[in-house]
């Protein structure tokens, strides 16, 4: 009797750490464009406020660094101060489809030298946009110099398109259109959720589990604003956030496709589609007009006709 008592009071306290699903935070294009609501500085300072407030631990920048003029390295300093990871994102984020492998991984390693004096640069290495290699010689090119220098592809899992909800955001802003902020919380929040369940979802079904996640976003004026408003919604929905060394740890970290892609919707997708997937690898979310049309409605309150 006491023998199951006991079973039954560690199983319950088991289940809650079992079912916890699991995502790193990372933050692509730091030092992003700004001076729209925000400008650079007060950017760095409220997203650092926010992270601290509601307790988010660590989350990792990925730069480029050619945007590191005297105000950009004091942004990515301000981040490396605070205990935040900073990766590489290459020096002038090119477009792998329209670049010889030669010029970007010059581009790549110039960026790998710049990153040096941050003290917590860890080699890992975002394809801006994805986009890895659209033939194998482009691709194997990468994987080696990757290989060689001791990176890990900083692959994603969860992805949407947050960079456009900031650009509808910064439209409004620059045209003096007055916008709710909790509005743009809520539809901000709503709209990654969205796409983020979208995606266990997707892995569950093909994994049949929920794996370690990585979350896209940018070092944008909304991610400074509503990062603790998608942290707390996170949490509620039964989300632990944990740091990307610790997301890289799962077996999908190793996962490699036989076939180069031209457009890449992240790991999970890339999954899928070994397994026969072809349609729906990006959620309906990551599209430009879907997102407009919304945002005219819910956040600026903008009637259909
Ligand atoms: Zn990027």
Request: hydrophobic letters at 35%; zero cysteines; glycine letters at 6%.
């Amino acid at each position: 009797m006491l023998r199951s008592i006991l079973i039954l009071i560690i199983s319950l306290l088991t289940i809650p750490v079992a079912n916890a699903k699991q995502l790193a935070i990372t933050l692509d294009d730091a030092p992003r464009k700004a001076d729209g609501y925000f400008d650079g500085p007060t950017r760095a300072k409220t997203l650092i406020e926010n992270l601290e407030k509601h307790k988010i631990g660590q989350v990792t920048f990925f730069a480029t660094t050619q945007s590191l003029n005297q105000e950009g390295l004091e942004r990515i300093g301000t981040y490396n101060k605070a205990g935040h990871i900073i990766g590489n994102h290459t020096h002038s984020h090119p477009n792998f489809l329209e670049t010889e492998l030669s010029v970007y991984q010059s581009d790549f390693l110039q960026a790998h030298h710049l990153l040096q004096q941050f003290d917590n640069f860890k080699p890992y290495f975002r394809f801006p946009y994805l986009r890895e290699g659209e033939t194998i010689e482009k691709r194997d090119g990468m994987r080696n110099l990757l290989q060689k220098n001791n990176y890990q592809n900083a692959y994603i899992t969860l992805n949407n398109y947050d960079w456009y909800i900031e650009e509808l955001f910064q439209a409004a802003v620059k045209v003096g259109k007055p916008v709710d902020m909790e509005r743009l919380s809520k539809f901000y929040v709503d709209v990654l959720m969205a796409s983020i369940n979208y995606y266990d979802d997707m892995a569950s079904k093909y994994l049949g589990r929920s794996p370690k996640h990585v979350l896209l976003l940018h070092e944008m004026d909304i991610t400074a604003l509503f990062i603790g408003d998608l942290a707390r919604r996170l949490q509620r929905e039964g989300w632990e956030i944990i740091s990307l060394q610790e997301a890289y740890q799962d077996p999908i970290a190793k996962y490699q496709l036989d076939q180069p892609i031209k457009y890449n919707p992240g790991r999970i997708g890339e999954i899928a589609l070994a397994k026969g997937q072809k349609k729906n690898l990006w959620h309906y979310t990551l599209d430009e007009s879907y997102l407009e049309k919304r945002f005219n409605q819910e956040v600026l309150l903008m009637s259909d006709h």
